[in-house]
């Protein structure tokens, strides 16, 4: 069964860091893997896909990398601002693009 | 464009009540899904379609029914609530080419149990 994790459960900056949010999937045998935010009380906003066959994606400030063989993807996110606040998921897909979460990641950003 | 779209938004149940959630679609997608988020756990998938007419168990469906009627419309049932389904629910839909298609998420379904 599919398990992810995600690391650190919240974290806390100030402006302008730079930070890291780290995944990892038990099982490599994936189609995809995605990034969403959610904004409390929100639905989820999709920030970025990486196919199976990439090592990476990226979208503005926004990084993220993928090594399907050891399972582990990080977010990388650059010049960190308030408006970064939320709670960060990471998800893997099946063949059917039916998706295991991990539990998430809540940043907040210091002004 | 809509994109996905949850009726309603919240709702309140006594125990026994039944009730059916609605998610409407207007990106063509062949595929659809519900799933239901509980606090300090990730998102957990209820049941799933691939296809107008067909429908197919997910991680936790007890207690739990669907029907996909129509491509664009994708129903979640509840026969008789139980405290235990109180939690928000989602639902997404995407194109049925996983390799590089996202999943699109509708704002969500609170739903309480007392």
């Known amino acids: 069964k599919q398990e992810v994790t995600q690391i650190p459960a919240a974290l806390s900056v100030p402006e302008g860091e730079n930070l890291v949010l780290n995944c990892s999937f038990t099982d490599s045998a994936i189609y995809n893997l995605q990034w969403f935010r959610q904004d409390p009380g929100k639905g989820l906003t999709s920030l970025l896909l990486i196919q199976s066959s990439q090592r990476e994606q990226t979208s503005g400030r926004l990084n993220a990398s993928l090594d399907k063989s050891s399972g582990r993807s990080t977010l990388y996110i650059a010049a960190s601002q308030p408006g970064d606040s939320a709670t960060y998921l990471c998800?893997?897909?099946?063949?059917?693009?039916?998706?295991?979460f991990g539990a998430g990641t809540i940043l907040r950003v210091k002004s | 464009n809509a994109g996905v779209t949850q009726t309603p938004k919240f709702r309140v149940l006594k125990t026994g009540q039944s009730m059916t959630l609605l998610c409407a679609q207007d990106?063509?997608?062949?595929?659809m899904y519900w799933y239901r988020q509980d606090p300090g756990m990730g998102l957990r998938l209820i049941h799933y379609s691939v296809g107008e007419g067909t429908t197919a168990k997910g991680e936790v469906p007890d207690g739990y029914n669907v029907s996909r009627l129509k491509k664009q419309n994708f129903l979640l049932g509840l026969e008789s609530a139980a405290p235990s389904q109180t939690s928000v629910y989602f639902c997404?839909?995407?194109?049925?080419?996983?390799?590089?298609?996202?999943?699109?998420f509708g704002q969500g379904t609170r739903l309480t149990v007392v």
């Open positions: 990106m063509n997608h062949e595929y």
């Open positions: 998800a893997v897909g099946d063949y059917g693009n039916k998706l295991v």
């Open positions: 997404a839909s995407s194109y049925p080419r996983p390799e590089n298609t996202e999943a699109f």
